[in-house]
């Protein structure tokens, strides 16, 4: 089965970091850019994150920019998203998705190819 699947998610404190997870099973995500997401309750989906295939290139979105890194370990074929000082307003489901396509592309949500299923974060005192 071909599937993404995120983990790390929880309640945090405001302030406090996470580390999300998201490893691929099925097939290798060596030739994928992969991406980060969010959606909170009654809001749009956003994305907040990319990197390349081969680790080179990033692109994140400005309201996550200095907080959060992206990162990937291709020997575990899983991606990293490391979430530092977070907020209330950080609280939301992470979704993690794959494309073959630029990380700009990637950062739009466009030809995303493998979605997750997402894991919530909760940032609350």
């Known amino acids: 089965q071909l599937q993404l699947v995120e983990s790390g998610g929880g309640l945090v404190q405001p302030g406090g970091s996470l580390r999300l997870s998201c490893a691929a099973s099925?097939?290798?995500?060596?030739?994928?850019?992969v991406g980060w997401f969010r959606q909170a309750p009654g809001k749009e989906r956003e994305g907040l994150s990319c990197?390349?295939?081969?680790?080179?290139?990033?692109k994140y979105d400005d309201s996550v920019k200095g907080r959060f890194t992206i990162s990937r370990d291709n020997t575990k074929n899983t991606v990293y998203l490391q979430m530092n000082s977070l907020t209330p307003e950080d609280t939301a489901d992470y979704y993690c998705?794959?494309?073959?396509?630029?990380?700009?592309?990637?950062?739009?949500?466009?030809?995303?190819?493998?979605w997750g299923k997402g894991t919530l974060v909760n940032v609350s005192s």
């Open positions: 099925g097939f290798s995500l060596d030739y994928y850019a």
């Open positions: 998705a794959a494309t073959t396509k630029t990380v700009v592309a990637c950062l739009r949500g466009y030809g995303m190819h493998y």
């Open positions: 990197i390349s295939s081969s680790g080179g290139s990033t």
